[in-house]
């Protein structure tokens, strides 16, 4: 079957630690991204990749990091400079976007709780 | 700046009736508009996809686009109890490689 998986489903982590969420696809795309969403409130763009070894900052990328060594692989880290990590955090990928994007398909996510 | 409004809601509807859906956005070149469902506690799902002007109908959805009014809609028939989710508009502007999303729509459907 093919689709995106991210792990783990739910993280907890003290305050001040470094923590990954991992997200991969068998979807055969080549652009993914990562969004944030709070209670209430739209998905916000963190950062997204359309190409192995590039990516560039969404809207909130300050406190995050993320690397795309795989076409298949696009894992977000939030530092501990994150002021509110505390959120769900979704990933999605899609056809490479040269103008316009395409549909992009969403992961289950991950519910990050920092305290 | 790049906006994509929706009413918050809750818009709610008996079962059986057609529930409406509307987002406006900010900027009169965008050229791909998607529609997602999001049930509490889970990740949204692609429901629909337009492109140009006029309606795309997908099964008891349909899709209404007018670019002059920079408006899409959503019409959902006959209304199941199963449609109550929030349903975000996603807009793509041009140059920008990435979608901006509304805040959703919180649709209830009472038995």
Redesign the interface.
Known sequence: DGGITQSPKYLFRKEGQNVTLSCEQNLNHDAMYWYRQDPGQGLRLIYYSQIVNDFQKGDIAEGYSVSREKKESFPLTVTSAQKNPTAFYLCASSKAAILDPYEQYFGPGTRLTVT | QKEVEQN?GPLSVPEGAIASLNCTYSDRGS??F?W?RQYSG?????IM?IYSNGDKEDGRFTAQLNKASQYVSLLIRDSQPSDSATY?C?V?FVGF???V????TRLLVSP
Request: zero cysteines; glycine letters at 10%.
């Open positions: 918050s050229q791909s998607f997602y889970k990740s949204p799902e692609l996809s975000l996603a793509s490689q990435k979608l999303f509304g805040t959703g």
